[in-house]
């Protein structure tokens, strides 16, 4: 299967076996993104969260004032 990276544009062959493939192919809201791209992403993020001015919200505030 022929997938392209949303952010590079850059076009990847997936097996057609793999749960990602089957993904892509039942939903297309889904999108690939290629390894490189995926490592560039969580880097520059795990760099923001060093910092200590980059807060990560895992779920919403409102949500966990009403626990």
Excluded: W
Aim: aromatic residues 8%; contains cysteine; hydrophobic residues 30%.
């Amino acid at each position: 299967m022929k997938v392209q990276c949303a952010i590079c544009d850059r076009i990847d062959e997936l097996p057609e076996d793999l749960p990602l493939a089957k993904k892509l192919r039942n939903r297309p809201i889904h999108t690939y993104m290629c390894p490189e791209c995926h490592d560039r992403i969580e880097e520059r993020t795990n760099q923001r969260l060093a910092t200590g001015q980059f807060i990560f919200y895992k779920s919403s505030p409102l949500i966990e004032n009403e626990f």
